[in-house]
C-alpha cells in the first residue's frame, strides 16, 4: 500500500499510454527481400542505453547490433548496407525518440 505525500508510478500503465501516443514501437527495415526489425529508442533497455553510450564512433553498427543482433547486422552488411542506409535507419529511430538531426540520444552529461 502507499505511503501519503508519496507519488507512484504504474509503469506497464506508462508504457502502454506511451505505445498508444506513439503508436509504434519498432521500426521495420525493408533490404531486398528481407525484412529487419529494430526496436525504436524509447523501447531500449537502459544497460543497452549504456553500453551504446560507451562506444567509440568507429563501432556505429554496434548500435544497431545492441539493440538487435549481431546476426541480423552482419546480414545488413552482407547485403551491401551503405552509410546512407545506416544514417536513414538512426535518422528513423532518433525522429521516434524526439531527437533531430545532428544530436543522438545520449545525454551531454
Known sequence: MSKPNRKRLHLETLRAQRLEAQGVKELEVDLGDE????????????????????????????????????????????????????QDIMEAINEDAGVGPGESTSSSN
Open 35 to 86: 525484412k529487419f526489425v529494430f526496436p525504436m529508442a524509447p523501447w531500449w533497455p537502459m544497460t543497452v542505453v549504456k553500453k551504446i553510450r560507451a562506444l567509440k564512433d568507429e563501432d556505429a553498427t554496434m548500435i544497431l547490433a545492441l539493440i538487435s543482433s549481431q546476426e541480423q547486422v552482419d546480414r545488413l552488411l552482407e547485403l551491401g548496407l551503405t552509410l546512407g542506409d545506416f
